[in-house]
């Protein structure tokens, strides 16, 4: 079993601004934690650099007007949205960021690595096929979900598991039935989407599966919602791979979001993933990071978690630091499950006339 992690110090030179969410050191702090704990070194672990993805590859999902946009506005700086600003040089780095999904899918598709995980920035899951929004320019997952195709994939099960909706992966896959998009959200928050009523259109109507939860939300709900709805649809949609949306603002330190997921929640969710995909596609599993803006607190503990899950390893010592825990307490809702379980049960009857599991 290998375990390929994808990062290339190049990700940590792309900035909107130092005080921005979105900034270097979201990946720095993790990457001193995966030193310090020996994971770049460790047997299981194989670290490799991507290449940029082509334009040939991004146009496959991005209207090549909008990336033409991107490339005259990386040279002079440009504007999207107030939270997506486009510094100079952006596009060479958002190549990158879309490189690295590549190279983690296709590395994992041709059996170089068990599974992989794609230390990668800018995110990409609010950006659509034809604009950025949400700190978002290219949609790493898209990219790399398509190139996939390309390379003789039938089926891609995507787990997103962002707080924030990923609007712009659904866009693009809404009416696809070779794409079953399952997101865990919180709502209310950005982008606003995500009800569970949205569930695809034309061919793919029913391929769309949204579980937004409210603030509060922790552990429990999450497994609960990936054991009653996720697995179920997983086995019977029968993917070839499994493409998880590594979301870590659902950690309970995060300044953006609501949640109260921890870190050893979120790694024995992961292993969940794991032995799922396992059963059912050979334990193809490919994670791509998105948001997370806990810089000390959270990103180091919740990364550390998705690697060692990912490589097999105890996950015993996954936690955060001493103290937390009072944290942790505020930040949870004890009413929220009851709530998460009635959404889960509306959602599967919605989604009973698809699915025979929900039948």
Not at 118 to 131: D, Q
Not at 286 to 296: K, M, N, R
């Amino acid at each position: 079993m290998t375990t390929g992690l994808i990062f290339d110090r190049e990700f940590l030179l792309h900035e909107q601004s130092p005080s921005h969410p979105e900034r270097r050191e979201r990946l720095s702090y993790t990457i001193d934690q995966i030193e310090e704990a020996g994971l770049f070194h460790h047997p299981r672990i194989r670290v490799s650099r991507p290449p940029r993805a082509t334009r040939e590859q991004v146009e496959r999902v991005h209207h090549p007007e909008y990336v033409r946009f991107l490339e005259e506005a990386s040279r002079r700086g440009g504007f999207i949205d107030f939270d997506t600003v486009v510094p100079r040089g952006l596009l060479d780095c958002a190549l990158l960021a879309a490189g690295g999904a590549l190279h983690a899918g296709i590395s994992v598709w041709k059996g170089d690595f068990t599974n992989a995980f794609a230390l990668v920035r800018p995110p990409g899951h609010h950006a659509r096929a034809g604009t950025g929004a949400g700190f978002c320019y290219l949609n790493n997952m898209a990219i790399m979900v398509r190139h996939l195709q390309h390379e003789g994939v039938r089926k891609v099960l995507v787990l997103d598991w962002d707080a924030h909706h990923g609007d712009g992966t659904q866009s693009i896959f809404y009416a696809d039935p070779s794409v079953l998009f399952t997101s865990i959200h919180q709502k209310p928050l950005y982008p606003g989407s995500g009800d569970i009523d949205e569930t695809g259109e034309g061919p793919g109507l029913g391929y769309t599966v949204n579980m937004p939860v409210p603030p509060g939300t922790g552990d429990v709900s999450y497994h609960y919602l990936f054991d009653t709805v996720i697995a179920p649809l997983a086995r019977e949609f029968s993917p070839d791979i499994i493409a998880i949306s590594a979301g870590q603002d659902v950690h309970f330190t995060d300044p953006l979001t609501g949640l109260a997921v921890s870190a050893r929640g979120y790694a024995e969710l992961v292993r969940k993933a794991v032995m799922l995909a396992d059963s059912i596609c050979n334990g193809k599993l490919v994670a791509v990071l998105e948001g997370g803006y806990s810089v000390e607190g959270g990103l180091p503990y919740t990364n550390l978690g998705i690697i060692a899950a990912l490589a097999g390893l105890p996950l015993e010592s996954i936690r955060e630091p001493a103290g937390y825990q009072e944290i942790l307490l505020r930040a949870t809702d004890p009413s929220a499950h009851e709530r998460v379980c009635q959404t889960a049960g509306e959602l599967r009857k919605l989604l009973a006339p698809h699915w025979n599991s929900f039948s």
